[in-house]
């Protein structure tokens, strides 16, 4: 079996016990991004010498008897908002053009101490703003599935990447469902750790209260790997939290007698009646694996989308004061100071972007600030505690992913709006602070379908149970686009 065709664990197995080497994979994962990545579009840099290098490295730790993490010689695609030293790292923004990252995130240093290889950085929307990975500055990623299709955003380039098996896994970031909806939109495994439980440490910031870095894989076992070498206590954020983790092994076995709860604000009227029925049919899996099933409500969801984007462009505003042309990236001289900034944010600096700078600075000035970040930060918490309320009652809670499959490239690019409204049912768990899964549970007109499993802080261990005890039952997850 090539190695694309491996998971995880049968890449590290085989790589330790030298049935074939690093540098072979590595190839293997180098030759699919050649032959299909001019179509698809996912990478933004593919590391050619660095990942030949890094398994070379690999393959001379094993020749003399060295240990090797539980990463060995598994080739990784890493979202481009994520430092990988001496590696060009542009967040997709042309501000960012020739910025090469002075050290590595915390996620991408774990991976490496595990003994993985990163193979290339990945595109996404422009500083993850977005749902299709269309705003990318640089190129427009194609959903694998059908080539006239998105990928979902933010992090497209890295679904896409997985789903055509050009690597087994990669590390995306989710600030409102950056993750999840492009994993459901490309028929993959789609995991958004609870806010804290991975280091932002290199994680070049969005909305700093929200981003959270996880796996992308294309089974739960995958992601639950790669999610468990990135997680945990970081000195370098104080914002990661020293939460108990638990072994992979863990996730496996009986999920009988566990309460799901549906919120029935996920199941409105107008919305797909397919994806609808996708979801009822998985939770008739759920209930042949002994789960108990019940409606619940959650009656200020409605108001996660608003608390949501007033956040993200309030911090997007703050976030991106940093790009003045005279630390980082694009510099474009003026005759005077300001109108240096003014060009540089001018040309560096894409439409989504500059819309959400605008947009945050007004809810941040004074006199407004109250009425609207303010106020954003009380809804978070009532949700907040609404949610976490649900789930003293049941384990998880289910709906869907993504509120349609993969749409056609442009439908829905000169509209933010309905843009926006892609995140509905990703959004209320970033804003309570909750962990959610996203896998595949159907397809409708040959495209993926994503079921979202959502638990309680730090309960990762859960909803990756759930998750792989329903991937167990069913195939969906086998399904591959034809490439
Ligand atoms: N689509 C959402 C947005 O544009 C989510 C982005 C993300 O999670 N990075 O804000």
Wanted: proline residues 5%.
């Amino acid at each position: 079996m090539p190695p694309n065709e491996l998971s995880i664990d049968e890449i590290s197995a085989g790589v330790r016990q030298k049935k074939f080497s690093a540098t072979e994979v590595v190839m293997s994962s180098l030759e699919r991004i050649d032959a299909l990545d001019e179509r698809i579009g996912a990478f933004l840099t593919v590391m050619r010498d660095e990942s030949l290098a890094d398994a070379k490295r690999v393959d001379d730790r094993i020749a003399r008897g060295e240990h090797i993490g539980s990463l060995a010689g598994v080739p990784v695609a890493v979202k481009d908002n994520t430092m990988t030293r001496g590696v060009r790292t542009t967040a997709a923004s042309k501000i960012l053009e020739h910025y090469v990252a002075s050290y590595d995130a915390t996620a991408v240093k774990r991976l490496r101490d595990e003994g993985a290889i990163i193979v290339g950085k990945t595109n996404l929307d422009e500083f993850g703003m977005g749902a299709s990975t269309e705003n990318s500055a640089y190129q427009k990623t194609k959903n694998p599935w059908n080539l006239e299709r998105v990928p979902g955003g933010s992090s497209g380039g890295s679904a896409a990447a997985v789903a055509a098996r050009m690597v087994p896994a990669a590390l995306g970031s989710d600030t409102g469902g950056s993750i999840r909806q492009p994993a459901a939109l490309c028929g993959v495994v789609g995991l958004k750790p609870t806010y804290g439980r991975v280091s932002r440490y290199g994680l070049i910031a969005m909305t700093s209260s929200l981003d959270q870095i996880g796996p992308l894989a294309t089974s739960v076992r995958d992601a639950a790997a790669l999610f468990l070498a990135v997680a945990g206590k970081d000195r370098q954020d104080t914002t990661s939290a020293d939460e108990p983790l638990f072994p992979l092994s863990s996730i496996e076995g009986s999920i009988a007698g566990k309460t799901i709860g549906i919120p029935k604000e996920f199941f409105v009227d107008g919305m797909d009646e397919r994806i609808r029925k996708s979801v009822y049919d998985a939770l008739d899996v759920f209930k042949k694996l002994s789960c108990k099933v019940r409606e619940v409500s959650v009656p200020h969801t409605k108001y996660a989308l608003p608390a949501y984007y007033i956040t993200v462009t309030s911090e997007v505003s703050a976030n991106m004061a940093r790009y003045d042309g005279v630390r980082y990236g694009l510099s474009i001289e003026g005759q005077s100071l300001d109108e240096m900034y003014r060009q540089t944010r001018e040309a560096g600096f894409g439409p989504e972007v500059k819309r959400r700078i605008i947009l945050g600075a007004f809810s941040l000035s004074k006199g407004h600030a109250d009425q609207y970040y303010q106020q954003a930060q009380r809804v978070r918490d009532i949700i907040g505690h609404e949610y976490h309320e649900v789930l003293k009652e049941v384990d998880c809670l289910i709906t869907p992913t993504s509120p349609s499959v993969a749409f056609t490239l442009g439908e829905k690019f000169s509209d933010p709006l309905t843009m926006y409204l892609c995140d509905i049912f990703t959004v209320p768990a970033n804003i309570a602070n909750l962990p959610a899964i996203s896998v595949p549970c159907g397809q409708i007109d040959e495209l993926p379908v994503g079921l979202q499993v959502i638990g309680r802080p730090f309960e990762e261990q859960t909803i990756l149970q759930m998750a792989q005890a329903y991937e167990q039952a069913t195939s969906w997850h086998l399904l591959k686009p034809e490439m």
